[in-house]
């Protein structure tokens, strides 16, 4: 029985969930596996599961935020990816951004979307919750921001974004990047590992 499709569930305002875009096509090629993209909102997420960023999470306490730089960088060297360039204005409010990715599925323009959103946040990191440098970062990847900033704004594209939230954390939930194979949950990025494994036949 083949295995269901691995389903991605990443805001733009994570940086590991950028890391996890970034390899997921190698993963794909090796694998076979198809991730399907959700986008959810990684505020609603923190705010209904009492959870916080790690910056906030890992402040204070000693060797965790070492370890956890560790860990990022056997994941960069594991998977062959770029790190991230640090945003100089994390934390980003992303709910725009996240409501507009809902509207480039709709339009038809996800997957280029995402890729110049994840770009202009982690490869070239701008201010993205800004609505004037945002739209010309997009554009400048030949997105036409405004109107997907436009149908961002329009109540069942906010609703969509709500339900994929609320569903994300009824099924278990608590950050990003988190991954499901059916019912079965995967949190964080180590674990495209385990994912990898499932779908190229070594996990059995």
Do not use: C
């Not at 875009?21 to 959700?38: C, D, L, M, Q, T």
């Not at 950050?175 to 674990?191: A, D, I, L, W």
């Amino acid at each position: 029985m083949t295995a269901p499709a691995p389903q991605f569930l990443f805001d733009f305002g994570s940086p590991n969930a950028f890391l996890s875009h970034e390899a997921i096509p190698a993963i794909e090629a090796r694998s076979g596996a198809k991730f399907e993209y959700v986008p959810v909102l990684l505020g609603g997420i923190f705010k209904a599961t009492n959870n916080k960023s790690p910056a906030e999470s890992l402040a204070g306490i000693k060797n965790k935020r070492e370890f956890h730089a560790l860990e990022t960088e056997r994941f960069v060297k594991r998977f062959q990816v770029a790190p991230y360039v640090m945003n100089p204005f994390f934390p980003v409010n992303t709910l725009n951004l996240m409501r507009a990715a809902i509207a480039a599925q709709i339009e038809g323009v996800f997957k280029k979307y995402v890729e110049a959103a994840f770009h202009h946040m982690w490869r070239e990191p701008k201010k993205m919750d800004d609505p004037e440098i945002a739209l010309a970062a997009l554009n400048s990847s030949g997105i036409d921001a405004a109107r997907l900033f436009t149908r961002a704004q329009e109540p069942e594209v906010k609703a969509k974004l709500v339900v994929n939230t609320q569903d994300a954390v009824e099924r278990g939930a608590f950050g990003s990047p988190t991954f499901f194979v059916g019912n079965e949950m995967y949190y964080g990025k180590e674990q495209l590992r385990e994912i990898e494994d499932l779908f190229s036949g070594a996990g059995k």
